[in-house]
């Protein structure tokens, strides 16, 4: 299997899932998912390798080359990508396995449709497939809110209408685009940018709209509500992945398309600037939050804030852009896990409350671990990945000589470990309120154990050189 | 003025209006039309290039026509799902507003 064939086999795998979820019978859903999504993940592996291997992959689609085409392209930056939604799809669906049991049809469809929709967004190389991608996630995450049940349905409309807006923002940006260079490919449109009034005009479109979608302050309104209501392994999906989507196009947009402007200096800082800024203001909401799911939910805002603010950094080569991958991995791997850890808590004593989490530590040993380790590794200690990330970023701002940013991720750092060890706390320290009325099975509480493991384990197979050697693939100069 | 450049302005025009009501009304049934009018003034501005791009047998740049349709399908199934979930909330709540619009 050549890596033409990798890519394509990744991108039609997860959309027929979705189909097939529509169609097969009840009990067959959870295997069925789970089948695919083990084949994705070994496909993501073996396409990181193949992209490591031979470098960059393009297809054109039905030998139609673009401009009139499609392209479909990936480089380290995708594959990589690729890699953690596989990692972290896989823990959610194992999980959703034992979470929504009898099987709910919905959760299935919506989430492979999600998933699918990640890897095309994460495949495309045209300005104006990426916003059919963009908008196929909104709608993919607005659906699998919903399952939350009918008191998520506010939070469910105030999300889709913002990405609506921010989306339609982004498309302006692509007609102006496409007004002035006559092209939509991405990699051609690098070459053709000048600057001026068109660009400047698109750049703030694009990114305006983008940053609606990827929640950075002071944009991030809506995100508490959804990302709190959704049921536990759907906000796991979001916190970790449906962020990173948009996220992942700022950099794509600021290092490709828009890097070589001259205002790119000037807009990367404002960027950093929203980015402080959320990483304070959602610390101290996550501080002020008296339940574990909204707390979980504004610590995805002051990590969107934290991954905001290294952005100035990229401009200044590899070592930031290695750092900032693996900070992307590393909150992947541990929000997915805390969300997972918030919903075996919820399930086994009915609710959520961190002033009730008393002997959670006894009660449930694996899920207490199971936290212990994702938030250790959000917040930066060693050996975690998050702490390498966020070495490799101090490195750089230092050596770049931005004592700003230096400052402000450690500082933010101090924030993160603020909230989320308080939950810890107490729930290691304070004897049981009350005995669990329920226990929760392996089923439930093994995926969030292994998510945040694979933050530690991670490192030991593939970072270092090999990692290097796949990000490098199309790194911006 | 060309007609293309009325077009154009049309669409800039639809794009405020749009840009405005789907931010800043209350009644969610507005904010769906507004970004609907949006959409609808980022389409005329593809399209009103379309018709100023013309090739030498004097045919109109056939790609903003692929394109807009695209968006059309796309922002209709968004309306749809939008409007699935406003009969939702206008069911349970017997108001179209979101919780932080209502007064008193």
């Known amino acids: 299997m050549n890596a033409e064939s990798t890519l394509l086999a990744l991108l039609v795998l997860p959309l027929l899932a979705a189909v097939l979820s529509l169609l097969v019978g009840r009990r067959w859903l959870g295997w069925l998912g789970m089948l695919v999504a083990l084949l994705l993940v070994v496909l993501a592996v073996r396409f990181a390798l193949q992209v490591a291997a031979g470098g960059a992959v393009a297809v054109a689609i039905g030998g139609w080359a673009p401009p009139l085409g499609i392209a479909l392209r990936a480089d380290g930056l995708s594959a990589f990508m690729l890699l953690v939604q596989s990692v972290v799809g896989l823990g959610v669906h194992a999980y959703a396995l034992a979470y929504f049991a009898p099987a709910r049809r919905a959760f299935w469809a919506a989430g492979w449709l999600l998933w699918g929709a990640c890897h095309a967004l994460y495949l495309s190389g045209d300005v104006f497939n990426l916003y059919v991608t963009l908008e196929l996630v909104g709608l993919g995450a607005v659906a699998l809110v919903v399952l939350g049940g009918s008191g998520t349905v506010a939070a469910a409309l105030r999300y889709l209408l913002l990405a609506l807006v921010g989306s339609m923002l982004y498309l302006l940006g692509v007609v102006v685009l496409y007004l002035e260079h006559g092209n939509l490919d991405l990699q051609a449109l690098g070459t053709l940018v000048q600057p001026g009034l068109a660009s400047s005009v698109a750049a703030a479109t694009m990114t305006l709209g983008l940053l609606l979608k990827a929640a950075v302050f002071p944009l991030h309104v809506w995100l508490p509500p959804a990302h709190a209501a959704a049921p536990a392994p759907v906000s796991a999906l979001l916190s970790a992945l449906v962020v990173k989507a948009a996220l992942y196009l700022v950099v794509r947009l600021w290092t490709g398309l828009f890097g070589e402007l001259p205002a790119a200096g000037v807009a990367l800082s404002l960027l950093a600037g929203l980015g402080a800024a959320a990483l304070f203001w959602g610390g101290v909401q996550a501080l002020l939050q008296t339940r574990l799911k909204p707390m979980i939910a504004y610590s995805t805002v002051a990590q969107i804030g934290l991954l905001a603010l290294v952005l100035p950094l990229l401009q200044g080569g590899a070592v930031a852009w290695n750092g900032l991958m693996l900070l992307v991995a590393a909150h992947a791997l541990a929000k997915s896990a805390l969300f997972l850890c918030a919903g075996v808590v919820q399930r086994q004593y009915g609710h959520d409350r961190i002033a009730g989490l008393g002997g959670v530590g006894m009660q449930l040993p694996l899920t207490a671990t199971a936290y212990f380790v994702a938030a250790v590794s959000l917040v930066g200690l060693p050996p975690t990945m998050g702490f390498f990330g966020k070495y490799l970023l101090l490195e750089a701002a230092i050596a770049q000589s931005r004592p700003m940013i230096a400052a402000a991720l450690v500082l933010g750092s101090l924030l993160t470990a603020a909230y989320l060890l308080r939950p810890l706390a107490l729930g290691f320290t304070e004897a049981a309120t009350r005995q669990a009325p329920r226990t929760a099975g392996l089923g439930l509480q093994l995926p969030g154990l292994l998510l945040a493991l694979a933050a530690l384990l991670a490192l030991l197979v593939g970072a270092g050189t090999p990692l290097w050697r796949l990000l490098a693939v199309g790194m911006p100069a | ?104």
């Open chain 2, 1 to 104: 003025m060309s007609l293309a450049l009325l077009y154009g302005l049309v669409g800039v025009g639809l794009v405020a209006m749009g840009l405005y009501a789907a931010l800043a009304a209350r009644h969610l049934l507005r904010r769906l039309l507004g970004f609907n009018v949006l959409g609808a003034g980022v389409f005329m501005l593809f399209i009103a290039h379309a018709t100023r791009a013309v090739d030498a047998a004097g045919r109109p740049d056939p790609v903003p026509h692929a394109l807009v349709i695209t968006g059309i399908v796309v922002a209709v199934s968004a309306t749809a799902l939008a409007l699935a979930l406003l009969r939702r909330l206008h069911a349970r709540h017997g108001r179209p507003t979101l919780p932080e619009d209502r007064e008193g």
